[in-house]
């Protein structure tokens, strides 16, 4: 068992040492991240041996199973990850041996569920979860190091983004947006706008607008950049299919993620 843990905290050093933070969180083909590997990697080790122990989560090991889950914002560092798994298996490793003989078939719940398992049990699982997920990193590390670097954010990368929209491609416009991409439109029946979510539901809404304004244009356009965001400032222009004639200013905030789209915001003037 400890053999495991200790071949585990060897390997994916080995794997995810010397990965960037923008590769640390690729997600490849829409497979788990080596980022998401990592920190569920130190999450669930840390909770069943707190199960070993035959004790319950604290509401810090809650917080973080909530943290795991989500997509978490700022993303942690590959440095940062690393840390923290080599910390959880210095503590596991404390724990096994203090751990005897007599006490491996002592019986434990899991869970609000209260599931039933034992110290043994309990222990074995940890050690093959974590084989489990170190092969998934070390394949997944190999593949992230063999795509091409994503570029940093350029006003360049902006204008690109809205001749694409100029000439009505779709197909070269959802090349800019990451698989998780989110749009938020000028109007809508909430105060953000209304919200689509994924690559299909937003090339289906920006389907939908040039349908509704075939001569859609954005002129007098300029772009700022600073980091992994962006704003472009554009005069839209067009007429609807019902007849009405559009002149309206507007801009976009974008946020990027390893070189794509994960958000775009629109907002227009309210004209009077």
């Known amino acids: 068992?400890?053999?495991?843990?200790?071949?585990?905290?060897?390997?994916?050093?080995r794997a995810a040492g010397g990965l960037t933070d923008a590769q640390l969180w690729i997600q490849p083909g829409g497979a788990a991240s080596v980022g998401f590997h990592l920190l569920h990697l130190s999450g669930s080790t840390d909770?069943?041996?707190?199960?070993?122990?035959?004790?319950a989560l604290s509401a810090l090991q809650q917080s973080r199973l909530a943290f795991e889950r989500s997509a978490p914002k700022p993303l942690p560092s590959a440095e940062s990850l690393l840390a923290a798994w080599q910390d959880t298996v210095h503590q596991a490793l404390d724990q096994l041996a203090r751990t005897?003989?007599?006490?491996?078939?002592?019986?434990?719940?899991?869970?609000?569920?209260?599931?039933?398992?034992?110290?043994?049990?309990?222990?074995?699982?940890a050690g093959e979860h974590a084989q489990r997920h170190t092969g998934q990193i070390i394949t997944t590390a190999k593949i992230v190091r063999g795509l091409p670097t994503p570029g940093p954010v350029t006003q360049e990368l902006l204008q690109g983004f809205l001749d694409a929209f100029n000439r009505h491609d779709l197909d070269a416009i959802m090349g800019y947006f990451a698989d998780d991409c989110v749009l938020y439109t000028p109007r809508g029946a909430q105060p953000r706008g209304d919200r689509f979510a994924g690559k299909h539901e937003v090339r289906a809404a920006l389907a939908k607008r040039f349908?509704?304004?075939?001569?859609?244009?954005?002129?007098?356009?300029?772009?700022?950049?600073?980091?992994?965001?962006?704003?472009?400032?554009?005069?839209?222009?067009?007429?609807?299919?019902?007849?009405?004639?559009?002149?309206?200013?507007?801009?976009?905030?974008?946020?990027?993620?390893?070189?794509?789209?994960?958000?775009?915001?629109s907002f227009w003037k309210i004209l009077e």
Request: hydrophobic residues 35%; glycine residues 14%; proline residues 2%.
């Open 1 to 13: 068992m400890g053999h495991a843990l200790v071949g585990a905290v060897e390997d994916i050093q």
């Open 211 to 265: 349908e509704g304004i075939p001569n859609v244009h954005y002129g007098e356009d300029r772009h700022w950049v600073c980091g992994e965001c962006g704003i472009s400032e554009w005069t839209l222009t067009g007429t609807s299919v019902s007849g009405q004639q559009l002149e309206v200013r507007g801009v976009d905030l974008l946020e990027f993620a390893q070189g794509k789209i994960i958000r775009k915001d």
């Open 47 to 55: 909770r069943l041996f707190t199960y070993a122990r035959g004790a």
């Open 100 to 125: 005897t003989d007599s006490m491996l078939g002592e019986l434990r719940t899991v869970g609000r569920a209260q599931l039933p398992s034992t110290v043994r049990g309990l222990l074995f699982h």
